[in-house]
Antibody
Framework: EVQLVESGGGLVKRGGSLRLSCVASGFSFSTYNMAWVRQAPGKGLEWVSTIRGGSDHLYYGDSVRGRFTISRDNAKNSLFLQMDSLRAEDTAIYYC????????????WGQGNLVSVSS | IQMTQTPSSLSASVGDSVAITCRASEGIGTYLAWYQQKPGKAPKLLIYNRSTLQSGVPSRFSGSGSGTDFTLTISRLQPEDSATYYCQVLNIYPPTFGQGTRLEIK
């Protein structure tokens, strides 16, 4: 059974930093792209970032490029999102997702982790 | 690529059929997915590549369309179909989502 378990969310001040983690199980982690998708309170879904299985290609949404860094540790089946220079508009539930083919297809989602940025 | 869903919300009765449309700002072939999200839960993949049902999804759900215009049809509505539905473009970054359609079962 595929499982994605996020951790690391919480309350942070504007301009601060936070690191999200996601531990995966139930599949061959290193062979899949992984991504982060977020959802602001009461709003729709927004793709944040994708990392390929070998970490050779990283992709970012315009709203986070230059502030967020995605990474992974295949030996530990773990995905990370380092979030710097946080803004109020980054307040959202962040989902760790497994990305299948074609690119952008999110077939398994974690339970979500709330990040709140206080202004 | 921008994705626009209509309507933003709708209400229907058990047993009815409903259609949710999604329009892409440019042609995307058949690279489209649909997700279902219930309150307080993570989204769930329903359909990908326009019409391929994800494993375990009831056959009451179907997808159609190509190019710029797509439709999610839900037949024989059940109470558990009450949710918000999102379309999403695939095979491109950013894989943009539509703004969502909230379905209420009366």
């Amino acid at each position: 059974e595929v499982q994605l378990v996020e951790s690391g969310g919480g309350l942070v001040k504007r301009g601060g930093s936070l690191r999200l983690s996601c531990v995966a199980s139930g599949f061959s982690f290193s062979t899949y792209n992984m991504a982060w998708v977020r959802q602001a309170p009461g709003k729709g879904l927004e793709w944040v970032s994708t990392i390929r299985g070998g970490s050779d290609h990283l992709y970012y949404g315009d709203s986070v490029r230059g502030r967020f860094t995605i990474s992974r540790d295949n030996a530990k089946n773990s995905l990370f999102l380092q979030m710097d220079s946080l803004r109020a508009e980054d307040t959202a539930i962040y989902y760790c997702v497994r990305e299948w083919w074609p690119e952008g297809l999110f077939d398994y989602w974690g339970q979500g982790n709330l990040v709140s940025v206080s202004s | 690529i921008q994705m626009t869903q209509t309507p933003s919300s709708l209400s229907a009765s058990v047993g009815d059929s409903v259609a949710i449309t999604c329009r892409a700002s440019e042609g995307i072939g058949t690279y489209l997915a649909w997700y279902q999200q219930k309150p307080g839960k993570a989204p769930k993949l329903l359909i990908y590549n326009r019409s391929t049902l994800q494993s375990g999804v009831p056959s009451r759900f179907s997808g159609s369309g190509s190019g710029t215009d797509f439709t999610l049809t839900i037949s024989r509505l059940q109470p558990e179909d009450s949710a918000t539905y999102y379309c999403q473009v695939l095979n491109i970054y950013p894989p943009t989502f539509g703004q969502g359609t909230r379905l209420e079962i009366k």
